[in-house]
Every structure is written in structure tokens, then in C-alpha cells.
């Protein structure tokens, strides 16, 4: 089983639509460890703010079938399939780490780049996984946490509300080595 972990973000009604994507995630790969959910500004738009969260899972499914899964969450969570890329959005799930996996395949970039260049991505991380490694830059998601400089870019953390359907584990296991 590979350690997964995604980045959940919603401008367009997020509580209902984060809810959503969280329900389907459970059914498809529960259970899930949850980050606090963070409310924050929209980055390279003008827009509503986000809320954003990273979800953690195992899975033996590939790289692209969850990529797969995650588009039909998106779509289920009604994102049009050509949505633009720095535009509002009901719903954006983005894998961030697969386990020890480096890859540059198009549409599946891993480890997601974002990732220690956005507070709402990293910082969630380090909520559920702070001892896990970066698979290239060789550091601890905390390492890289105490290292970033964010503060131009304010979180808050909120609730969402109702809990997802699925059972909320405790810290997320680190990926396997190996996988």
C-alpha cells in the first residue's frame, strides 16, 4: 500500500462542496486522515477565498487511476472538465505526494511543485504528516515548513461543519520505503 496525500481546495460554495468531495473520497479509499481545513485568499486571481485542506490515504491503485478518481470527484463536486486554471472552482484535488514516487508524466507532475511554494498546500501537509520526506529535496515536511516564509499569505483555520462519513484516523503512516 502507497501513502497518498492530496490537496482539497474550494472557492465556490466550499463547505458544501469540500463535504462532498471528502464523502466520495471515503468511499473510494477510507479511511482518510484529514488536515484542519484552512480558509485563505485566492492565489494568481481575483476571487472569493478558498478553503483548502490535504487528505491522506493508502492505496494499491496506480498514479493515474487516482488521478482518474480524482477528476470524477471534481466532476461529481459539478467542475467542468475545462475549467480554467486560475479561476474560481467548486472543487480542485490535487495529488501531492505518492509515496516515494517522482514522476513528470503530463497532467501528473509528482511531487506536485506547489507544494513547498504554497502555505495552504504544505501546511496542511506538516498538520497530518509532518515527519514524512519530500521524495527530491530530501527534507521533512516540517523541516521544509519551519524553512518557508509565508507569512504574505494569511490562513485561518476553520471548521467545515459536519464530519465526512468515513472514520477519521490518527497521524497518517509515512509511505513505505520503497513505494
Not at 482518510?32 to 493508502?58: C, E, K, M, R
Not at 513547498?116 to 523541516?143: F, S
Amino acid at each position: 500500500m502507497t501513502a497518498v496525500y492530496v490537496a482539497a481546495g474550494s472557492n465556490v460554495d466550499p463547505e458544501r462542496y469540500l463535504s462532498r468531495a471528502l464523502e466520495l473520497l471515503a468511499k473510494a479509499y477510507s479511511p482518510l486522515t484529514l488536515s484542519p481545513a484552512y480558509h485563505n485568499q485566492a492565489v494568481g486571481f481575483t476571487g472569493d477565498d478558498f478553503i483548502n485542506l490535504v487528505v491522506g490515504f493508502h492505496t494499491d491503485d496506480a498514479p493515474a487511476e487516482v488521478r482518474r478518481q480524482l477528476q470524477e470527484i471534481e466532476a461529481a463536486c459539478d467542475r467542468p472538465k475545462d475549467a480554467a486554471k486560475w479561476a474560481p472552482r467548486t472543487m480542485d484535488l490535487d495529488i501531492l505526494l505518492f509515496g516515494e514516487l517522482v514522476s513528470n508524466e503530463p497532467g501528473l507532475v509528482i511531487p506536485r511543485p506547489d507544494l513547498v511554494k504554497r502555505p495552504y498546500m504544505l501546511k496542511p501537509m506538516v498538520d497530518i504528516a509532518p515527519d514524512v520526506r519530500h521524495p527530491t529535496l530530501g527534507k521533512t515536511m516540517r523541516e521544509l515548513w519551519e524553512a518557508f516564509s509565508g507569512g504574505e499569505h494569511p490562513m485561518v483555520e476553520v471548521s467545515l461543519g459536519a464530519e465526512p462519513t468515513s472514520p477519521r484516523s490518527g497521524p497518517h503512516r509515512p509511505p513505505e520505503s520503497g513505494q
